[in-house]
């Protein structure tokens, strides 16, 4: 589970997930978009084997 917002040049995108799902998901919007996290936070997974991550990527950055 995911949200994302735009904000100005940027999108941040926070939600739950597993660690590999997440992984996946960053290495498919890098082949993909050409888009990489300009920050990621990660919190450990709780019971239920899902992490919290918020990540922010600029918007036409290098």
Known sequence: EAAARIA???VEVGGR???PALVD???TL?????????RLEL????TDG???FDAMFEVGGQ
Do not use: F, N, V
């Open 50 to 52: 899902l992490a919290r």
């Open 30 to 38: 890098h082949a993909e978009q050409r888009l990489r996290p300009t």
């Open 17 to 19: 997930t597993t660690l």
């Open 43 to 46: 919190q450990a997974a709780g």
């Open 8 to 10: 100005g040049d940027r």
């Open 25 to 27: 998901w960053l290495a």
